[in-house]
């Protein structure tokens, strides 16, 4: 990967944004999925878009240790 980058660097704060959403999405669709008892199809929908966001918050998390950890090891 490309440079090491602070907390305060735009791309650092737009993977936490990106984690955060993602991982606000997952938690709400749970109470969807309830809402959605009685339509399997709609429900299997929205567990696919839950599991999607829940991968998609912890890649972000992945990222930002990767383009973090450097910096925070004194380096850069």
Known sequence: M???HS???DIVYD???IQYHAMKGAYLY???ADD???HDDV???IDQVCREDAERAQRAHELL???TTRHHAGVG
């Open 36 to 38: 959605a008892h009685e």
């Open 30 to 32: 749970t109470k969807y």
């Open 2 to 4: 490309g440079e090491t």
């Open 7 to 9: 907390t305060a660097d």
């Open 65 to 67: 240790g990767r383009i």
């Open 15 to 17: 993977l936490v944004s």
């Open 43 to 45: 429900r299997a929908f």
